[in-house]
Every structure is written in structure tokens, then in C-alpha cells.
């Protein structure tokens, strides 16, 4: 059994290592007007994407996964990912800044992650109204969190290109 969850955690901690680079290609050298480029209101913009995947780095996944793996009683810090947007400004940001500084962020997340010498991913937190939450929930949920922003970040220059060259691209393929 520790041999099997040592294995999952390395290569989770080499997938979190690896999307740094897939976000920094995806995202490196995105003009401005894609940058700010929505498919429809209330639908997030890639310097929102961006800004959002920064913030969660530092504020969520690290922070919860370090705080249940030290000491799973601890209160973990209240976070607002859809209300940060507002409230910490997202819109009025340089882009290639943001990304730059989650780049940093995901570095030293990984950079931490390789340093933890058999740690307890059984470790649960119990939260009053989300119930029981592992280690071992936030660390994998952190890769899944990563592809699903993936995904996103994808399906948004997808639908940009439709709407700037007005192009049908059923030909590509359907898109699923």
C-alpha cells in the first residue's frame, strides 16, 4: 500500500510539474484582445483564468494540502475564488505578470512536494459543513483542478477563433 500511493504521488507531483510548461505554452504570447476575449458574459477571460490558477496555487491547493498533512485540526483559511475575481482586481492586471508569477507559484509548490519524506496522505481534515477532506483529496484534486482549467483555457481560444474568423470548424472535427 505505501509503495502504490508513493508511486500515485510522484506522478502527480510530476503532472503538476509538467502543466507548468503545458500553461506556459498554452498561455505565453497571447495578444491582448485574447487575453480579455470572453465567449459570453459572466464566462471567465484567460487574465481571469490566470490570475484565478495563481491565486488557488498559493491560497487553496498548497496551503490546504501542507496544513492537513501538519496538522489536520487546524481551521484552513477561508477561500473565495469566484468573488477574488471582483474583489482582488483580476481585470485590471498585466497578463504576462500573472502568469509569470503562477509559473513562480506552481515552482515552488513543486519544489515543496519533492521535499516531503513519506507524508501522511491519510491525514483528514473535518470541515463543519464540506465534510471529511484528506491529504490525499486536495493533492489529487489539485491535478484534476489543473486539467480542468486545461480544458478550459483550450475551449476558450477554440470559441475565439470561431468568433474572430467566423469560420465554421466542423471540418476539425466535433468538439466534445
Same mark, same amino acid.
Given at each position: 500500500m505505501i509503495t502504490h500511493s508513493f508511486h500515485h504521488?510522484?506522478?502527480?507531483?510530476?503532472?503538476?510539474?509538467?502543466?507548468? @510548461?503545458? +500553461?506556459?505554452?498554452? *498561455?505565453?504570447?497571447?495578444?491582448? /484582445?485574447?487575453?480579455?476575449?470572453?465567449?459570453?458574459?459572466?464566462?471567465?477571460?484567460?487574465?481571469?483564468i490566470i490570475n484565478h490558477l495563481r491565486d488557488e496555487e498559493k491560497e487553496d491547493f498548497r496551503i490546504r494540502v501542507k496544513m492537513v498533512l501538519v496538522d489536520p485540526s487546524q481551521d484552513l483559511p477561508p477561500i473565495d475564488p469566484v468573488g477574488w475575481v471582483k474583489s482582488r482586481h483580476?481585470?485590471? @492586471?498585466? +497578463?504576462?505578470?500573472? *502568469?509569470?508569477?503562477?509559473?513562480? /507559484?506552481?515552482?515552488?509548490?513543486?519544489?515543496?512536494?519533492q521535499t516531503l519524506q513519506?507524508?501522511?496522505?491519510?491525514?483528514?481534515?473535518?470541515?463543519?459543513s464540506a465534510?471529511?477532506?484528506s491529504a490525499r483529496l486536495f493533492f489529487t484534486?489539485?491535478?484534476?483542478?489543473?486539467?480542468?482549467?486545461?480544458?478550459?483555457?483550450?475551449?476558450?481560444?477554440?470559441?475565439?477563433?470561431?468568433?474572430?474568423?467566423?469560420?465554421e470548424l466542423d471540418y476539425a472535427g466535433k468538439w466534445i
Open positions: 504521488a510522484l506522478r502527480i507531483i510530476e503532472e503538476l510539474d509538467r502543466n507548468g @510548461q503545458v +500553461f506556459k505554452t498554452l *498561455l505565453d504570447g497571447i495578444p491582448h /484582445e485574447m487575453q480579455t476575449w470572453r465567449p459570453s458574459p459572466g464566462k471567465w477571460n484567460l487574465l481571469e483580476y481585470a485590471d @492586471q498585466e +497578463f504576462h505578470q500573472v *502568469l509569470e508569477q503562477f509559473l513562480t /507559484e506552481r515552482k515552488r509548490s513543486v519544489d515543496w512536494l513519506d507524508p501522511p496522505w491519510h491525514h483528514e481534515h473535518h470541515h463543519p465534510g471529511i477532506r484534486n489539485w491535478l484534476a483542478h489543473d486539467y480542468l482549467h486545461i480544458r478550459q483555457i483550450t475551449r476558450l481560444k477554440y470559441d475565439f477563433l470561431h468568433a474572430m474568423t467566423g469560420v
